[in-house]
């Protein structure tokens, strides 16, 4: 955004964070938010959950110490109920949405106002830049970087600018999340793609830009990866059953794969050359995953052909056995 601009001319930004039991990481995340050089007005609105740590004590400093941060509760602890009590307490022409680990560089609100303003669209965002500080955090983010990881979204694997599906997180004009009534609180997980869907839905563009990177580190065990990929793939089929034609081969994949190298594992033991499918789909995973961590360390590429099946067959699993009673 141009040096000459007005800072008076620029629209006022509002930087809504879901905060729940983020004691570690809130003061850092919101001096990120602070140190914008965006030139405009910016106000933080923090949402905060029922935590059980000290991150509503973290929260009341930050307001003491900052005119510019304020809270809301958020007595459900929910993300949608979270983001939508940030919205309604927020005032900005423009809502910039950032989790509590997110990593945001100093220029991020600035490059993303002017892309949305460019470009006429109603959300951008960009790349979710997956980063691990130890060897499984570096095989999880290798895979979550990675076509064979996560399929070919744009803000995992990058790719040109232009409209998309969903991007993360997200810069959104306040307008547009009032025509669609802002996110919807029935989905615990996926209400970003959800939300993504009915701005589209309601003829507005949702626009990927690779000059947006966050830094988004992941999760650090085998279990809470198995949680993470297991709830995505359950709401994702619950996304499916409210909006007909939003699935297609790239969702359709993991659940496939599932029950076809499930069923030749059975049927192997009446008929051996079945065998052939679970073999072949250890050994692309096996060779896919040393592909992905080229330059990391050892223990990172022995990791990564394990972190790469917990993706998969988590995502299958979890669409596969997602149940009715999740539908509205």
Not at 203 to 229: E, M
Request: charged share 20%.
């Amino acid at each position: 955004m141009s040096e000459s601009v007005d800072p008076a001319a620029l629209p006022a930004v509002s930087v809504i964070v879901p905060v729940l039991n983020e004691e570690r990481h809130l003061r850092e995340a919101v001096r990120m938010i602070l140190g914008q050089d965006y030139r405009g007005h910016l106000e933080i609105v923090l949402a905060i959950g029922p935590s059980t740590d000290r991150t509503a004590e973290v929260a009341a400093d930050l307001v003491a110490h900052d005119a510019r941060v304020h809270t809301v509760p958020n007595p459900s602890g929910r993300t949608p109920e979270a983001l939508n009590a940030a919205i309604a307490a927020s005032t900005g022409e423009i809502v910039v949405r950032v989790d509590g680990h997110a990593e945001i560089p100093s220029d991020y609100v600035t490059v993303a106002v002017r892309e949305l303003l460019r470009v006429g669209a109603d959300n951008v965002g960009g790349i979710m830049d997956a980063q691990g500080a130890d060897d499984f955090g570096r095989a999880v983010a290798s895979a979550m970087r990675s076509r064979l990881g996560v399929g070919s979204s744009a803000f995992h694997v990058g790719g040109e600018a232009g409209e998309a599906e969903t991007v993360y997180l997200g810069v959104f004009r306040r307008d547009a999340l009032e025509r669609v009534g802002g996110y919807d609180i029935h989905f615990t997980r996926a209400q970003d793609w959800e939300m993504n869907h009915r701005i589209r839905e309601s003829g507005g563009r949702v626009w990927f830009t690779p000059d947006l990177r966050v830094t988004y580190r992941p999760r650090g065990s085998f279990k809470a990866l198995a949680k993470q990929y297991f709830q995505y793939g359950r709401w994702r089929r619950v996304v499916a059953r409210h909006h007909e034609g939003t699935i297609n081969l790239r969702y359709l994949a993991p659940p496939a794969m599932v029950l076809g190298t499930t069923a030749a594992a059975l049927v192997g033991f009446v008929w051996p050359p079945a065998w052939l499918v679970p073999v072949a789909y250890g050994t692309s995973v096996v060779v896919g995953g040393v592909a992905i961590t080229s330059g990391e360390s050892v223990r990172t590429r022995l990791v990564a052909p394990l972190v790469l099946a917990t993706m998969h067959w988590c995502w299958g699993f979890g669409f596969l056995t997602s149940p009715r009673s999740l539908a509205r």
